[in-house]
């Protein structure tokens, strides 16, 4: 490489990523449908971003706990449920939850309508979980509580019973 090349290469600003409606990595589990806007390729791996549809009546995740990353969700239509513990928070159109490590957590569409979700993965890695769980359900394997939890380990996640109100 010349002096040139690599002055040109060292100032070049980063590249700018645009994702249209309609573009972006699919991934469907079950009745989810997930659309990957950021994929930490563009951020250098600090943050992940995806818009998920949940279908009317669709469970979430068994409650878990993240130890390395925050997750972020922003209610864009419909309602969704967040259980905290023993705590149920019903979140509408316009409302965030941010979810730091540690914290225990699950959600689910318990209405009659879609919603759809904003989410945020910082860093991103935990996206890869996502593509693991559609790999295992295109390939016929039971996406059993069991087989989740598995899953969720190899991400730095941890069931999370709920603890009882004092």
């Given amino acids: 490489m010349t002096e040139e090349h690599e002055e040109h290469t060292a100032h070049q600003p ?12 699919t991934i469907v589990l079950g ?9 930490g390729s563009h951020t250098g791996h600090r943050l992940a971003i995806t818009e998920s549809v949940l279908a009317p009546h669709t469970q979430g ?11 972020g969700f922003y209610v864009l239509a419909g309602t ?3 259980t905290v513990g023993d705590h149920h928070h019903d979140a509408s159109a316009g409302t965030l939850v941010i ?3 540690g ?14 979700l904003l989410s945020t993965f910082t860093p991103d890695f935990y996206l890869q ?7 295992a359900l295109t390939t016929a394997q039971p996406l059993t509580t069991k087989a989740t939890l598995t899953t969720m380990a190899r991400y730095a996640t941890t069931p999370a019973a709920p603890e009882p109100t004092p």
Avoid: W
């Fill in 14 to 25: 980063p590249a700018v990523s645009v994702v249209r409606p309609g573009e972006g990595e």
């Fill in 31 to 39: 009745p989810t449908r997930m659309r990957v806007l950021e994929d």
């Fill in 61 to 71: 995740p068994p409650q878990h706990r993240h130890g390395r990353h925050d997750e």
């Fill in 80 to 82: 969704i449920r967040f």
């Fill in 99 to 101: 979810v730091p490590p």
């Fill in 103 to 116: 914290a225990p957590h699950t959600f689910a569409n318990p209405t009659d309508q879609p919603a759809v």
């Fill in 129 to 135: 979980y996502f593509r693991d769980l559609e790999t």
